[in-house]
């Protein structure tokens, strides 16, 4: 076959070829990593093949001894790393090489701001895989033939790291793929065989198979003279070559539960905190799971990659095996290997199966412990895991019932305790600085801080001291729907129903009284002319500041949820608000004595309209509103 026909030249996809550049251009100052990368892909090829294999034994091709061999040569500047894994046939050649197939890469891209400090921060959350070779390399060349293919349908794949690359055929005999790179000037320190050593002792250790290397050659000092007979070169392995999950706790070192982190996940980051147990018994089974100190860019995709990385009995199953963890922990790293399930078990199985179902609760018990702990420990962690993943962890429960308190635990929230936007109080905070007489826990939901810090809902409890939560987020009306209560106590919408608070003296219920009372005339005059807007009209003392606000009725849809449905384009129940007005209020008290009929109706829309301004909402017709308030002013100055 003649290779030169079929050499074609392609150009790298427009993302590739950013991130090449990005790479090449910010990531120097860490260089060595490239070969964390590569041997990573290696070992992921050697699981693949591995996996296979169970099916179909011929794909070894009779050669079952799996490893990956590094070589370097000092005077042509070269280091090869050579697997003996699944390989590539040409489609993958082209497609692996020279796209990124990533999801999420758009959203990354968007983030770039050409900044090479910060961007190279973006880059390691994106994990970096492959093109990291041109950070050393001007040009790579990858030799690499498919398991179970013949061998004349071995590819090269090559380039110098710019917009294109070129693939040729080229037989090869052994399966697997060879990755040589042509370092640049300057990155001449990984053809050094100590160098190279060192970096892989850091980075591979708990790669699972033998990494080797060339045997340094005893140097034939004593017998001068002699003719020294060529050896056939020996190989040693470099690395500890057992899965790093399969040793004991005390044998693992922090920066080897680091690395293998940094294999696992993608990441380039170090995790915030892991926890790694064997379980036996009933179901016998071991996990590794690990925190990331950042968030996916396509964390609010649904479809995500998601889950562990699954291995029975040592052998590598699947990636991304969501069925181990519920969906508001999919932040979550890690890998869970079974003895109880069989080694042909499919996706499909996994959704059923008892022993996948139990060591899931467990895995979820094992990552909210892991939260709980952080939390307690001192330092910004866990504010630090909360800013990112807190938006998330509040999904949590809605979903899984069974551990709704153990969630609880670890939520947090801004508060006017602090009144400042860091969300930093938790619940048994604000149960510790309950006043004596209250029995709820209050909160307030508002589409933004500003908006909840100045709500006139909180007037009144600014007033006596009582303790409010300001929900922000978007997911903040769905989490109180489905917590309804924490330690005993039931959570209060401030928004929402009559205010009833059980810290009213006799006294302060006889104002209430009074008040309604005397301004039983206001009120039903109100109700008239807000006919088509309210629900009802009563008068309040929860106001202090404010001439008045809207409430939600206890088993409406709160604001912020019909919001969110009405943007989604869903229907949404028809409901009124209640109006709330503070009658010693001086505008309650004009109105009240205001003999004009319209006058009195325009006063009472703009107060309506106030209120709902208020809250962040929505003027149902905004003209309607800037001109009545325009005509009042005018009256001012008596035109
Ligand atoms: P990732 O490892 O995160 O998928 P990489 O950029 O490291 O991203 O690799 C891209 C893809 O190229 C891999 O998913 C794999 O399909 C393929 N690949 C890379 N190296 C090898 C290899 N040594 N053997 C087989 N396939 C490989
Ligand atoms: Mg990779």
Same mark, same amino acid.
């Given at each position: 076959?003649?290779?030169?026909? #079929? ?9 590739? #070829? *950013? ?28 699981? #693949? ?21 590094? %070589? ?10 050579? &697997? ?9 050649? $082209? ?20 900044? *090479? ?10 994990? $970096? ?71 892989? @002792? ?42 790093? !999950? ?15 982190? #940094? ?10 905190? !892991? ?22 860019? &396509?964390? !609010? ?30 932040? $979550?790293?890690? +890998? ?8 042909? $078990? ?6 059923? &199966? ?23 420990? %001192? ?20 979903? %899984? ?76 009306? !769905? ?5 309804? &209560? ?50 009802? +009209? ?17 088993? %409406?849809?709160?604001? *912020? ?45 703009? +107060? ?22 325009? @005509? ?8």
């Amino acid at each position: 076959m003649t290779a030169d026909v #079929k050499k074609e030249t392609m150009g790298f996809q427009t993302e590739a #070829k *950013q991130l090449l550049h990005l790479m090449i251009h910010s990531l120097y100052s860490n260089q060595e990593i490239f070969l964390r990368e590569l041997i990573s892909n290696a070992s992921d090829a050697i699981d #693949k093949l591995r996996f296979a294999a169970l099916a179909d034994e011929s794909l070894l091709e009779g050669q079952g001894d799996y490893q990956v061999q590094v %070589d370097v040569d000092k005077e042509a500047g070269t280091i090869t790393i050579a &697997d003996n894994g699944i390989g590539m046939n040409r489609d993958e050649v $082209v497609e692996h090489l020279g796209t990124i197939a990533k999801s999420g890469t758009a959203a990354f891209m968007e983030n770039l701001t050409g900044d *090479q400090q910060k961007d190279s921060q973006l880059i390691g959350q994106f994990g $970096v895989g492959f093109y990291s070779a041109f950070i050393v390399a001007d040009r790579v060349a990858v030799h690499t033939r498919k398991a179970g293919d013949a061998s004349d349908l071995g590819v090269v794949w090559e380039s110098h790291g710019e917009s294109e690359f070129s693939v040729e055929a080229k037989d090869k005999e052994a399966r697997g793929t060879s990755i040589t790179l042509f370092l640049k000037e300057g990155s001449e320190e990984f053809a050094e065989d100590y160098r190279v050593r060192s970096v892989i @002792k850091k980075y591979s250790d708990h790669i699972s198979v033998p990494v080797i290397m060339l045997k340094p050659s005893v140097p034939a000092a004593e017998d001068e003279g002699e003719e020294v007979t060529e050896a056939a070169p020996e190989y040693e392995a470099v690395n500890e070559a057992t899965a790093l !999950w399969t040793r004991s706790r005390t044998e693992v070192s922090d920066e080897e539960y680091k690395e293998f982190y #940094k294999h696992v996940s993608h990441d380039f980051d170090e995790p915030l905190s !892991w926890s790694h147990n064997r379980v036996e018994g009933k179901f016998e089974y071991t996990s590794l799971l690990y925190l990331p100190k950042r968030a996916p860019f &396509d964390m !609010w995709n649904r479809e995500m990659a998601r889950g562990l990385k699954l291995y029975v009995q040592r052998t590598f199953i699947m990636d991304d095996a969501e069925q181990f963890l519920p969906l508001y922990l999919r932040f $979550v790293k890690g +890998v869970v290997d079974s003895n109880d399930l069989p080694l042909n $078990v499919s996706r499909e199985i996994l959704q059923q &199966d008892a022993a996948v179902d139990s060591m899931r609760s467990a895995v979820t018990k094992r990552v909210l412990d892991m939260l709980g702990k952080l939390a307690k420990k %001192d330092g910004d962690d866990y504010a630090e895991f909360w800013k990112e993943f807190g938006q998330v962890l509040k999904e949590g429960p809605a979903e %899984d019932f069974a551990n709704k308190e153990k969630i609880a635990k670890l939520l947090r929230f801004a508060s006017t305790q602090t009144d400042t936007e860091a969300q930093d109080q938790s619940l048994e905070d604000y149960i510790s600085r309950m006043q004596e007489s209250q029995e709820k826990i209050f909160y307030v939901v508002a589409e933004n801080f500003n908006t909840a810090k100045n709500s006139p809902h909180l007037e009144v409890f600014r007033k006596k001291g009582i303790e409010v939560l300001l929900l922000t987020d978007r997911v903040d009306d !769905w989490l109180m729907n489905h917590l309804q &209560d924490f330690d005993g106590k039931q959570f209060q919408d401030v928004a929402r129903g009559a205010l009833d608070l059980a810290t009213d003296s006799d006294e302060e219920k006889a104002k209430q009284e009074k008040l309604e009372k005397d301004s039983e005339a206001l009120v039903e005059r109100l109700g008239k002319v807000l006919e088509a807007q309210v629900e009802e +009209v009563r008068a309040t003392t929860r106001l202090t500041e404010s001439p008045a606000c809207l409430v939600v009725g206890d088993h %409406d849809m709160g604001a *912020q949820m019909r919001r969110i449905m009405e943007a989604a384009g869903q229907p949404v129940p028809e409901s009124k608000p209640i109006l709330e007005v503070n009658p010693i209020h001086p505008l309650l008290e004009m109105l009240d004595q205001e003999p004009d009929e319209d006058r009195f109706a325009d006063l009472a829309s703009v +107060v309506f309209d106030q209120a709902n301004l208020a809250e962040g909402g929505q003027l149902e017709d905004p003209a309607a509103y800037v001109s009545r308030l325009n @005509k009042l002013l005018l009256t001012l100055s008596g035109k």
